[in-house]
């Protein structure tokens, strides 16, 4: 099946700082999405975009759909501990099904 | 508040036993998904269901049935265990044409033995 390359596969950094992560597609994506999974719970979504070139913020995150429709990108900014977890981008193209990334594993060092 | 429920947080089975795992959503969602997630993999589909009685699979079907009998509960069956699923199993629901909204539950972790 498709899947998402991500990357990186991981971060390790000092509170404060700023965060990128990115995602990228072999095909073009009418929604990509961002969610978020804390240690040991199920993802929750963070972000939604729906049109190629959209930014879009929800807080101290902000994420943008790329132009080619093929990749996206979300940054966090001022990290905090509790942005520790994984990050995971998905595509959805025309049905109701997502195909997720292989996942950013987070760790914010006080 | 929006919630899917899934019957166990850990599970552990011997390899050969038949593996049921339950997933209940209370939001009256049409569609409800199987992930598996595995270290680097990402989230991966086993199946899906659009609606009570109907199924479709995924990417990974292979060594699993689901189950739909009520609209509120999709079941995932393994009806073999083997020690290569052992993994994380998250159950998502959405309403149709809304797949951007899925509402996981927590997630089973799954060891066979």
């Not at chain 1, 994506?29 to 930014?55: C, H, M, R, S």
């Not at chain 1, 101290?60 to 940054?75: M, P, V």
């Not at chain 2, 083997?82 to 089973?108: D, I, K, R, V």
Request: glycine content about 8%.
């Amino acid at each position: 099946g498709q899947q998402l390359n991500q990357s990186p596969q991981s971060m390790f950094i000092q509170e404060g700082e700023d965060v990128s992560m990115n995602c990228t597609s072999s095909s073009i994506f009418n929604t990509w999405l961002w969610y978020k999974q804390d240690p040991g719970e199920g993802p929750v979504l963070l972000i939604a975009l729906y049109k190629a070139g959209e930014l879009t913020s929800n807080g101290r995150l902000t994420a943008q759909f790329g132009i080619t429709r093929k990749d996206s990108f979300l940054n966090i900014s001022a990290s905090i501990p509790s942005d520790v977890g994984i990050y995971f981008c998905a595509g959805r193209y025309n049905t109701d099904k997502l195909i997720f990334g292989t996942g950013t594993r987070l760790q914010v060092f006080p | 508040d929006v919630k899917v429920t899934q019957s166990s947080r850990y599970l552990v089975k011997r390899t050969g036993e038949k593996v049921f795992l339950e997933c209940v959503q209370d939001m009256d969602h049409e569609n409800m998904f199987w992930y598996r997630q595995d270290p680097g993999l990402g989230l991966r589909l086993i199946y899906f269901s659009y609606d009570v009685k109907m199924k479709e699979k995924g990417d990974i079907p292979e060594g699993y049935s689901v189950s739909r009998e009520k609209k509120e509960r999709f079941s995932l069956i393994l009806e073999s265990a083997s020690t290569n699923q052992t993994s994380m199993y998250l159950c998502a629901s959405t309403y149709q044409g809304a797949a951007y909204e899925q509402y996981f539950g927590p997630g089973t972790r799954l060891t066979v033995t």
